[in-house]
């Protein structure tokens, strides 16, 4: 099974800012990583996929990067409503597996 | 595109934890895509379960040792889960997923919580 493991855990920042989050995979995944957004009560939304493609209706201040076993989400300058909490996941085999999330927070 | 899971919020230890969803505005058998469940427990991660294809091909994830069935029945758009043996650790809000067809999900039920307890 492949460990994905989300650098930092909870980040504290204001509106306006950038927001980089990790994600390293246990081992190569190529290019088959995504990364979601959940807020309270709401079920995850499907941010980027295949490490830096934004999915349908995705703001461009969203950008993913990275291949192998270093990823990386980046929102480039926050919005009120991208506080929330962040994963990814990987596709490269089964099972399929999640990181631990960040927590964006508002400073 | 909908989602929508079904089923008891309440398990007694040991017993079955079943839960049905169903689809609509779009079939079940259309497209190259797989369904499937994921669960996260309170405050915590995402963990994914297993998925199934329309035709009832499936992958399960190896950590829920042999307790899990997910069933597709096409005639009504749905499909279930079937988790078996459950103890409080299966205590979660279970969602059911329609997989883009590379294996990221895109559309999610609103989620069932589920508590395990006697």
């Known amino acids: 099974e492949i460990v994905l493991t989300q650098s930092p855990a909870s980040l504290s920042l204001s509106p306006g800012e950038r927001a980089t989050l990790s994600c390293r995979a246990s081992?190569?995944?190529?290019?088959?990583l995504a990364w979601y957004q959940q807020k309270p009560g709401q079920a995850p939304r499907l941010l980027i996929y295949?490490?830096?493609s934004r999915a349908t209706g995705i703001p461009a201040r969203f950008s993913g990067s990275g291949s192998g076993t270093d990823f990386t989400l980046t929102i480039s300058s926050l919005e009120p409503e991208d506080f929330a909490v962040y994963f990814c996941?990987?596709?490269?085999?089964?099972?399929?597996?999640f990181g631990g999330g960040t927590k964006v927070e508002i400073k | 595109l909908q989602l929508q899971e079904s089923g008891p919020g309440l398990v007694k230890p040991a017993e079955t934890l079943s839960l049905t969803c169903t689809v609509s505005?779009?079939?079940?058998?259309?497209?190259?895509?797989?369904w499937g469940w994921i669960r996260q427990p309170p405050g915590k991660g995402l963990e994914w379960l297993g998925s199934?294809?329309?035709?009832?091909?499936?992958y399960y994830n190896p950590s829920l040792k042999g307790r899990l069935t997910i069933s597709v029945d096409t005639s009504k758009n749905q499909f279930s889960l079937h988790l078996s043996s459950v103890t409080a650790a299966d205590t979660a809000v279970y969602y059911c997923?329609?997989?883009?067809?590379?294996?990221?999900?895109?559309?999610w039920g609103q989620g069932s919580l589920v508590t395990v307890s006697s």
């Open positions: 996941q990987h596709r490269y085999n089964w099972p399929l597996t």
């Open positions: 295949d490490a830096s």
């Open positions: 199934i294809y329309y035709s009832g091909s499936t």
């Open positions: 505005g779009g079939s079940i058998s259309s497209g190259t895509y797989y």
């Open positions: 081992q190569s995944v190529s290019s088959s």
């Open positions: 997923v329609k997989d883009t067809g590379i294996r990221y999900f895109d559309y």
